[in-house]
Nanobody
Framework: QVQVVESGGGLVQAGGSLRLSCAVS????????INWYRQPPEKDRELVAG???????NYATSVKGRFTISRDNAKNTVSLEMNDLQPEDTAIYYC??????????????WGRGTQVTVSS
């Protein structure tokens, strides 16, 4: 079983910064890609950023240049540094981990999310 836990959300003023963390634990052979999604109020969940097992990042157009995703394979953690936050970044942010286990090549696990609120 793979557990995913997010942390670091909070309330910040427009233009401010937050750093989200995602910790992956449990029984697995390796972690493949890890992605951050967000779900704004009354909207669908959307991909924000992702990072491959070798550290290749990708970003949604809306956050490119403001958000930075990084990965620490030794600690099985991924961070999302968010700068110049705007009210439209307000959402619940979810971490999604794709891990390989002894029985499943791609086991996808989600965290419960962390709230990010940006005031204007």
């Amino acid at each position: 079983q793979v557990q995913v836990v997010e942390s670091g959300g909070g309330l910040v003023q427009a233009g401010g910064s937050l750093r989200l963390s995602c910790a992956v634990s449990g029984t697995f052979i390796s972690i493949n890609d890890i992605n951050w999604y967000r779900q704004p109020p009354e909207k669908d969940r959307e991909l924000v950023a992702g990072i491959s097992n070798v550290g290749t990042p990708n970003y949604a157009t809306s956050v490119k240049g403001r958000f930075t995703i990084s990965r620490d394979n030794a600690k099985n953690t991924v961070s999302l540094e968010m700068n110049d936050l705007q009210p439209e970044d307000t959402a619940i942010y979810y971490c999604r981990a794709n891990a390989s286990t002894s029985t499943v090549r791609h086991r996808v696990s989600w965290g419960r999310g962390t709230q990010v609120t940006v005031s204007s």
